[in-house]
């Protein structure tokens, strides 16, 4: 009985390629998913220039199956639109020309309908190379398949990060999807968690997936610190403005206070003031501000003026590193389908940081700078990280649009420091 209980098990357990084809699957489906609450309108507008319209994602996405996993590997493989590869490559500088992003939303071809089309060509070509390719090309073909599951997650993000902009430019305040708050008790108060001196190792030590500006591993001497216990709320956010954070100079970085001089800022992004209350813009419309939760949407200049008003700093990456690296990857993702962060009720233990992972990205004052030994990948795929090691700074933890198989301790995101329309918030760090 034992060796036929064995046999099923091996029997049904699906091979490495049929759980190459059922991750792909699953990943572009997801993708589909969250278009599902958009009408057409919806897909074509681009309302800034870091911002791409929902259309373009689909088609990138697709294009980037194309380019680097197909085009390379089918010899008979032919693209429906050779066009689509002047429209729709993103940065790609050494695979040809592109169109300029900032245009993006001026292109009403292909229409909505003829881009699923294409991403559906896409997916039958790839399902079917998949499954008759051998296992010597598998093999071969594998990381760039991952590759471009992992990149497809990115642009999940930044739909739902896109989509919520451009519904925000909308004096109807029209809600992407209908999610009701739900309340929950009093926020812990914030508490400190001390550290010790310590020469860690830094960086992707595991054998799955990481992109390459997660390595190599090395070390690095870290002096003790304390981390805050939880992300400030709204309401600690409020204090400093109400302080008149937005209106003192002596609190801001140079550029930062620039920034806020010219773009008028009093407070975070989608933050709107009707009478004496402050609403905000969600995917499910404008609402009140919940001081419970964690304040979003802020620029790093925001996050590290907030922290000297505070007395205190911005975490170092591997500062947070250390602190994320044995806890456990819970939070509010994007499976959840809230799309905004929520209220925290209760910490996990004394000496244990809470919302490490999931509601928003966290600020860290360290400058996205590459690794001791870094080298970019050779080829194409090498310009996907290494070229963006400038002028950016780095967030840690992922957010309520991050999907929880995307992320890891070790995961670098990064951002110039103006940017706000990511699910961006702040931790605290200080000296011992």
Not at 348 to 372: C, I, K, N, R
Not at 394 to 423: E, K, M
Request: hydrophobic share 35%.
């Amino acid at each position: 009985m034992a060796k036929n209980i064995q046999d099923y098990a091996t029997q049904t357990q699906p091979s490495p390629r049929q759980s190459l084809i059922d991750c792909y699957t699953r990943v572009r489906h997801f993708t589909e998913q969250l278009c599902v609450p958009l009408e057409t309108e919806d897909y074509v507008i681009q309302s800034m220039p870091d911002v791409s319209p929902t259309r373009w994602h689909l088609a990138h996405t697709a294009w980037f199956f194309e380019t680097f996993l197909l085009s390379p590997n089918v010899a008979d493989y032919a693209s429906p639109h050779p066009q689509y590869a002047y429209l729709f490559n993103s940065y790609y500088n050494s695979v040809g020309e592109r169109h300029n992003r900032s245009q993006r939303g001026l292109i009403s071809r292909p229409t909505v309908s003829e881009t699923y089309t294409y991403r559906h060509y896409v997916d039958q070509c790839v399902t079917d190379f998949l499954a008759s390719c051998d296992e010597q090309l598998l093999e071969k073909i594998t990381p760039v398949l991952t590759l471009g599951i992992h990149h497809e997650q990115q642009h999940q993000e930044l739909m739902v990060t896109d989509i919520k902009h451009v519904l925000s430019c909308n004096p109807l305040y029209p809600a992407y999807h209908e999610q009701i708050p739900q309340k929950t008790a009093q926020v812990p108060p914030l508490e400190w968690i001390s550290y010790p001196e310590q020469l860690a190792w830094i960086g992707y030590q595991g054998q799955d997936f990481s992109y390459d500006n997660e390595g190599p591993v090395h070390r690095q001497f870290v002096d003790a610190y304390q981390l805050a216990s939880r992300l400030i709320t709204n309401r600690e956010y409020l204090d400093f403005m109400q302080d008149g954070g937005y209106q003192n100079p002596l609190l801001w970085l140079s550029s930062g206070w620039n920034t806020v001089q010219a773009e008028h800022w009093q407070a975070p992004l989608y933050w709107i003031k009707q009478d004496h209350d402050w609403y905000v813009m969600t995917l499910s419309g404008l609402r009140l501000v919940d001081p419970d939760e964690p304040v979003c949407h802020v620029s790093y200049y925001e996050a590290d003026a907030y922290a000297r008003w505070a007395k205190a700093r911005l975490a170092t990456e591997a500062e947070w590193e250390i602190a994320a690296s044995h806890l456990p990857i819970t939070g509010n993702f994007a499976e959840q389908r809230t799309f905004h962060p929520e209220p925290l009720s209760t910490l996990l233990t004394s000496d244990q940081p809470a919302q490490m992972f999931g509601d928003v990205w966290e600020w860290t004052q360290s400058a996205y700078l590459p690794y001791h030994g870094y080298q970019p990948a050779p080829g194409a795929l090498g310009e996907y990280n290494g070229k963006f090691m400038c002028n950016q700074f780095v967030l840690r933890g992922g957010s309520c649009a991050t999907s929880i198989t995307h992320i890891r301790p070790t995961y670098r995101n990064f951002f110039p420091p103006d940017a706000r329309w990511q699910f961006m918030g702040i931790r605290l760090a200080r000296e011992v």
